[in-house]
């Protein structure tokens, strides 16, 4: 699914009217049927409802939501905030069929059940309780400037009502890329956005979950030119988007063709984080699995992981030799190997040496990050996991999240490599520029040693014969499926990263079964 730009969304509104075609207030009526239906679908008709409507085409859908609540005989009031007596053409023509529902209930019913308050200077708000459902409908993705004056004091004084608040599209106040220069606190804060055909690129970031809450994107039939103007490099996956990507296993199928991966893992100490790593890969496919250990970690990982091959440094402690990885498919290094001088002596060498596809990973990033001309040194198209802390290694403290996306971009442009930015809608960033968001994965993933697992599948499938971008996008997605499943049966706190691992064979049965 695109991510398109505020501007973008106006190609295609324009491509659907004239290619449909379809009027621009049907194309209304439409994205307002499809709030309103979502709106029945989860509050019933006793719920007060009270719409704030904008002069413009979001102002639009909220008077036409306002109209379809009331033909179900919800009792709506609505406040139009008519201030500079300009209203958009389809805002006016919705206020008009507003007005024209109320005097046929009116006569046929003796009763009106939508009451229209138009505001044209002075203000008097309503009283918000906590039954009441407060629809935004102030301003949608055609805002450029921060909200200010009497409608910085609408918002405001929604966001202190104990209401809960729906948001048509976008909350009014929040852009649709960059909030670097917006005023926060002049921003609606949803519990609920249904957002129109497209998801916005706001909303994968941490800072906007206060304001956009739980969101949904409703289809209303937009058509997509598939043009110049509406490239993007921003891109939503889903489960149909991951099903074509899922090989087939071959009948003839062995250990020696289905990939050989080298995982170099675990200090003294540290060595859960190279279990973890290692059993993940061996539940995501790869046929062997070779370890480099420091010697006092053999017998633990023997007894752990009895399936992996071992090759042990000479050092009792760490990771301190580089050595020859030419009979690999794939190699993963980093959880757990600590930044010792020795081991950070050997990981440069080992990566500068190494021709396999390779992902970098937890203290491997934090080496990078404390030498950070040697990220020159990495083999192109290798993949890189970092989660927040370890990216600033790499780019620097960031203002916000959509800043540190558009450095994580250049940064994997310039060096030619893949970045995983590990989190909720983990963002894959390829060397072209694109970014996929991942859809699967919950909070009960916010636990010790779940990058580590990360770690394993990726290097699994590399060692599968996955290039690096399906690798990074299906490992990430199945990883978060893994975490959804197993949160379905032990709760978000319950969950530790022994389940992903246990889980993982599940998240492959899953996906390939809907394929």
Known sequence: ?????????????????????????????????????????????????????????????????????????????VYLFNTSDNLSADCQINKQRLLDFQDVKQNTMGVRNVELVEV????????????????????????????NGGFAS??????????????????????????????????????????????????????????????????????????????SPYYFTEQSDMLPLLKSRSKFAHKGSVGHA???????????????????????????????????????????????????????????????????????????????????????????MTKCPMVIDADALNILGSHRGWITQLPRRCILTPHKKELFGLISTTRNSYEELERTRELAARQQIYIVIKGAYSAIVTPEGNVYFNSTGN??????????????????????????????RLGVYLHGLAGDLAAENLSYEGLISSDLVEYLPKSFKTLRSNQ
Request: overall charge negative.
């Open 120 to 147: 044209k200077s002075q203000f008097t708000p309503p009283k918000l309780e906590e039954g009441d459902l407060v629809v935004d409908g102030l301003f949608g993705t055609g805002l450029s400037r921060p909200l």
């Open 262 to 352: 080298l995982l170099i893992a675990g200090k003294r100490g540290m060595a859960g984080a190279a279990i973890l790593a290692a059993r993940a890969c061996m539940r995501s496919g790869a046929g062997k699995l070779t370890v480099r250990v420091p010697e006092h970690n053999v017998r633990i990982m023997q007894e752990a992981v009895p399936e992996a091959i071992l090759n042990i440094d000479v050092d009792q402690n760490c990771f301190s030799q580089s050595f020859d990885t030419s009979e690999f498919d794939a190699m993963a290094i980093g959880p757990g190997i600590g930044t010792s001088s020795y081991t950070v002596q050997a990981f440069i060498e080992q990566v500068s």
């Open 154 to 231: 609408v918002v405001k004084y929604i966001n202190s009502s104990p209401a809960t608040v729906v948001s048509i599209d976008v909350p009014s106040g929040l852009m649709c890329e960059d909030n670097t220069y917006n005023v926060m606190n002049h921003i609606v804060k949803a519990n609920y956005t249904f957002t129109l055909q497209y998801p916005k690129l706001s909303f994968f970031f941490a800072e906007n979950e206060q304001y956009v809450g739980e969101w949904e994107v409703l289809d209303i039939g937009v058509k997509d030119p598939m043009t110049e103007e509406t490239h």
């Open 1 to 77: 699914m695109k991510i398109l730009s505020a501007s973008q969304l106006k190609v295609v509104d324009a491509y659907t009217i004239e290619h449909e075609p379809v009027s621009s207030t049907n194309l209304m009526e439409r994205a307002s049927r499809a709030v309103a239906d979502k709106i029945r679908s989860r509050w019933s008709i006793d719920t007060p409802i009270k719409i704030f409507a904008g002069p413009g085409n979001n102002g639009g859908d909220a008077l036409a939501i306002a109209r379809m609540l009331g033909e179900t005989n919800y009792k709506v009031c």
């Open 443 to 472: 909070p009960g993933m916010a636990t010790a040693g779940a990058g580590d697992v990360l770690t394993g599948v990726l290097v699994s499938l590399l060692a599968q014969g996955y290039v690096p971008e399906v690798a990074a």
